[in-house]
């Protein structure tokens, strides 16, 4: 799963027409392994991979978060999906489909209602189809933006 959240970053930058540096990508490869090696032990992370031919071939997750009660949902209880990747090979087969429809079935099991994630332009209309929609009141900062 830590090779696919690096491949995913990398692929990030070519549609870019940018280049991930190696030792960027090794770095937010080992802090990914770290990410999900204290948050699923602790159960504030769940993830999910398909194989196919000897492999893992996709993967995903979420990752638990406490956000404020809305409108729409009194709880605050959130879910970030996170580290979604599927193997060029094996695209266009609802790979990822299948992954979101696990951690809806965790998230509903769980009393959480809200699943959030940040997607490339490439995702956007992946995760569209399977029902989720842009909103324009979302905002973010990076306070030290790292380089």
């Known amino acids: 799963m ?3 959240y690096r491949l995913m970053f990398e692929e ?3 549609q870019k ?3 991930l540096d190696i030792a960027k990508a090794g770095e937010i490869e080992k802090a990914y392994a770290l990410k999900l090696k ?3 032990k602790s159960g504030i992370c769940r993830a999910w991979v398909i194989e196919g031919d000897g492999k893992i071939i996709a993967s995903g997750g979420v990752t638990f978060v406490s956000f404020v009660p809305n409108l729409s949902d009194l709880s605050s209880k959130v879910a970030y999906l996170h580290g979604m990747y599927t193997e060029k090979s094996h695209r266009n087969r609802k ?3 299948r992954i979101i429809d696990a951690a809806t079935q965790h998230c509903r099991a769980h009393g959480v209602n809200r699943m959030i994630l940040t997607t490339s332009a ?8 399977i029902g989720f929609r842009s909103t324009p009141e979302m905002m973010r900062l990076f306070i030290d933006k790292i380089t």
């Open 38 to 40: 204290t948050e699923l």
């Open 95 to 97: 790979c990822a489909q």
């Open 12 to 14: 990030i930058c070519e």
């Open 17 to 19: 027409g940018e280049y």
């Open 122 to 129: 490439a995702g956007k209309p992946i995760y569209e189809k």
């Open 2 to 4: 830590t090779e696919h």
